[in-house]
């Protein structure tokens, strides 16, 4: 990092922002590719912000008297019928050709959540008959033993999916790392070509993105129209944001994007019909930033300390739920909305791929 940026964020780690705040600008910042890989760990940041997770603390934007209620979209409950239906695809394929899809998992380090992600996939891979792998590999792992680990399922061929848990430690070259996977394995659809043709007219990319993939399978079986309306995604990261900004618009949708420099975001998204927010800022969305009657698509999955939980912490989305609750249609809940969903639409890309290298219909 330059000098000049360096002295800057001295500047406003010193005099501008508390901790909390700072940690979400550098992240911001990062994740916009505008700072590059600056180390976390020798900033030694004071603990003088305890931040407040709840949106109780803007009362005026609750309207008296206004009974609406959204439409809570029960993800588990439309993952629970999807993954059954994947169950009968698989012992059909058991059946007649004696073999079951395959998923194996890269997982580098001992982040927490990855942890987390990684035992819920392996959980469902398990319940509808998935043969699940996993590869762990220490945090200090160079380039070449994940890419190792990606080339040796290339091989495999009882492997038809493979997923590298993000973010990887910032040391390793994910870039390097994703081009290393087997296009017609990529489960993920990080691939720049499963990208690329993501975003292309009149080209399909082999897999698309779970999350923004599940997100849209909210919507349709939900009854929503896509096609026409007015949706503006919260986020442009390649895993979220952008993707499901490129499938709102194969939808039909007009699609407005907001980021973290986005200027007056709420007059933005008061004026759409879908919001769909991949943030990661506890309590963005607020009531007033809702258009009446709008469909609100909760990605957001921050862990806020709660000692009341058995882990310490608890899932928020970026949304004030108990705000725009009244003000929107449909609403996602965090967590039991998008995250079920996602891992469902891995377990249907898994099977997907499985069919499509079997030969199987
Ligand atoms: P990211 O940090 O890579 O990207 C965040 C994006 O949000 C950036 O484009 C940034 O510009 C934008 N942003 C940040 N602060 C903003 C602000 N104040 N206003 C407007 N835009 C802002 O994160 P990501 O990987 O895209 O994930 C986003 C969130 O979704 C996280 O909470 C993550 O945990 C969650 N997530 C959930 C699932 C799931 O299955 N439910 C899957 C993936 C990610």
């Not at 916009?32 to 949106?55: F, G, H, K, V």
């Not at 709102?248 to 007059?267: G, K, M």
Request: charged letters at 20%; aromatic letters at 4%.
């Amino acid at each position: 990092m330059s000098f000049v940026a360096l002295t800057w964020m001295n500047c406003i780690r010193r005099h501008l922002l508390p901790k909390a705040r700072f940690l979400h600008t550098l992240q911001v910042l990062q994740s916009e590719q505008i700072l590059m890989s600056p180390s976390l760990a020798s900033l030694d940041l004071p603990d003088i912000w305890t931040p407040n997770y709840s949106c109780q603390s803007s009362p005026a934007i609750l309207k008296s008297g206004n009974e609406q209620t959204a439409m809570v979209l029960d993800g588990k409950l439309m993952s629970t019928e999807i993954r059954s239906k994947i169950a009968d695809q698989v012992r059909q394929m058991k059946k007649c050709l004696g073999k079951v899809p395959g998923l194996a998992v890269i997982l580098v380090g001992q982040r927490k959540d990855s942890l987390t992600y990684v035992r819920n996939k392996i959980i469902a891979c398990e319940e509808v008959g998935i043969k699940s792998l996993v590869t762990e590999l220490p945090t200090d792992c160079a380039d070449a033993d994940v890419q190792n680990a990606v080339m040796r399922f290339n091989k495999d061929p009882s492997v038809h999916g493979i997923l590298v848990q993000l973010p990887l430690p910032q040391h390793l070259d994910e870039e390097k790392i994703l081009d290393a996977l087997c296009l017609e394995k990529d489960v993920d659809g990080f691939h720049p070509l499963n990208m690329g043709n993501l975003a292309l007219r009149g080209r399909e990319p082999l897999f698309t993105p779970c999350t923004p993939k599940a997100c849209i399978e909210l919507l349709i079986r939900s009854g929503v129209k896509i096609m026409g309306k007015k949706a503006v995604v919260i986020g442009r990261s390649n895993i979220v944001g952008l993707p499901t900004s490129l499938l709102l618009q194969r939808h039909h949708a007009t699609v407005t994007i907001i980021h973290a420099f986005t200027e007056n975001p709420e007059q933005i998204t008061s004026k759409a019909d879908i919001v769909v927010s991949a943030a990661g800022v506890p309590n963005l969305v607020r009531g007033n930033w809702i258009k009446s009657g709008a469909t609100v698509i909760d990605v957001g999955t921050s862990p806020v300390e709660d000692l009341s939980c058995e882990e310490g912490y608890r899932l928020v989305g970026d949304v004030c739920y108990e705000e725009v609750v009244k003000v929107a249609s449909v609403i996602t809940p965090v967590p039991g909305g998008v995250g079920p969903m996602t891992v469902t639409m891995l377990l249907v890309n898994t099977l997907d791929s499985a069919k499509r290298m079997l030969n199987f219909t």
